[in-house]
Structures are given as structure tokens and as C-alpha cells.
């Protein structure tokens, strides 16, 4: 089956660094998304890898590892408009997308 | 404002009643979704078009309907409403289905209550 894992909830500080992690197992592969969704509301594109290796966008940076089935989400100066939860999904051999649970990122003072 | 709307915001509903859900984008995209999202779950694909006048099947379908007569609208259809149908559906679209960079849009969602 298909399969996608991600931590239920996370908790970070103000400032600090934190990375949210993804593995996979899926029927083929044609990218691995990250979406942000506050609560109450739509999820919101954040990044798109197909390829290994770090794709870095602003505070925000997503890495792959296709061998692995793995990815991180890593955010920066965390900032408490941050706190979200974190989708993960990857794109199977069909184009459709298989979500993961998300993660609930709390952010404290 | 370009985007997705979706009608009504919420909605509580008698089971075995029918109901459909609205969707109306103004992006042009070709393709269109509708999602399930259940807390500790996923999002879940219910049905999704890769144009105007075709449909086709997600993860879980069964006791819903949909229609793509056109670009902009695919409304989607709970011909008896059950319980296990309540949840927040999120309409989705992208510019087609065959290309993973495009990304998909949300809809702000509906919230649907069956009792």
C-alpha cells in the first residue's frame, strides 16, 4: 500500500530552527510536495521537489532523498505566524497525490 | 479576486438527506479535485476531472457524485447523507493533472455535519 509518515506535533521556540520530517511509500514517484495549512483554513503551497538534494526558498527549505524515501522541511527564525501543520505529499505514478497526516508545528515565545 | 470558492462555508445536515457541495474557480485550470480531511488522516481524493466533461474516480469515492460540465464549476453531490460523510471538503484545481508543477489551489473548504 502507500504509505506517507510524518510526526503527529512538534514543538519549537521563537527564532529557533526546527525540521519537520517525511518518509514515503508510494506507487511510483513524481515529486514530493510540503503545504502549509493554519488552522480553519486551505492548505497553501510551500515547495516541490523531484529531484535529491536542498531546495531553499526564503526561511523555508525542503530537502529529498528518492533512495531513501525521505524528506525534510527545515524553517528558519521561526516566527509565530509559523505555527501550522505541515503537510507532506507525494505525487504517485497516476499524478495523484497521496497525503500524509500532517504535523502540528507549535510555536512559543 | 482569481481563485476557488466553495458554498456553503458549513453545513449541518440530516442523514439521508442530499446535498451538494459547490465549487467555482476562475483560474482557467483544467484540472479539478475534491478532497476529504478527517482529523489524523490525510487528505483523501473523492473525485477528481481532468477537464471539462470528464471525471474520474479517487481513494473514496463510494456515496458521491460529481459533474464537470464546464471549467469553472464541479460541484460535488452526497446522494444519501451517513454520518461517516461528516468532515471538511476541500475543492481543489490545477492547470492539469499530468504535470507535477502545477501546483493545486485550495478552496477554503466546507465543513459538513451529518446527524
Known amino acids: 500500500g502507500q504509505n506517507i509518515d510524518q510526526p503527529t506535533e512538534m514543538t519549537a521556540t521563537e527564532g529557533a530552527i526546527v525540521q519537520i520530517n517525511c518518509t514515503y511509500q508510494?506507487?511510483?514517484?513524481?515529486?514530493l510536495f510540503w503545504y502549509q495549512q493554519h488552522a480553519g483554513e486551505a492548505p497553501t503551497f510551500l515547495s516541490y521537489?523531484?529531484l535529491d538534494g536542498l531546495e531553499e526558498k526564503g526561511r523555508f527549505s525542503s530537502f529529498l532523498s528518492r533512495s531513501k524515501g525521505y524528506s525534510y522541511l527545515l524553517l528558519k527564525e521561526l516566527q509565530m505566524k509559523d505555527s501550522a501543520s505541515y503537510l507532506c505529499a507525494v505525487m504517485d505514478s497516476n499524478y495523484q497525490l497521496i497525503w500524509g497526516a500532517g504535523t502540528k508545528l507549535i510555536i512559543k515565545p | 479576486i482569481a481563485g476557488i470558492t466553495q458554498a456553503p462555508t458549513s453545513q449541518i445536515l440530516a442523514a439521508g438527506r442530499r446535498m451538494t457541495l459547490r465549487c467555482t474557480q476562475d483560474?482557467?485550470?483544467?484540472?479539478m479535485y475534491w478532497y476529504r480531511q478527517d482529523l489524523g488522516l490525510g487528505l483523501r481524493l473523492i473525485h477528481y476531472s481532468n477537464t471539462a466533461g470528464t471525471t474520474g474516480k479517487g481513494e473514496v469515492p463510494d456515496g458521491y457524485s460529481v459533474s464537470r460540465a464546464n471549467t469553472d464549476d464541479f460541484p460535488l453531490t452526497l446522494a444519501s447523507a451517513v454520518p461517516s460523510q461528516t468532515s471538511v471538503y476541500f475543492c481543489a484545481s490545477s492547470d492539469s493533472t499530468q504535470n507535477p508543477t502545477d501546483t493545486q489551489y485550495f478552496g477554503p473548504g466546507t465543513r459538513l455535519t451529518v446527524l
Open positions: 508510494t506507487s511510483g514517484f513524481n515529486g
Open positions: 483560474m482557467r485550470h483544467n484540472a
Open positions: 521537489n523531484v
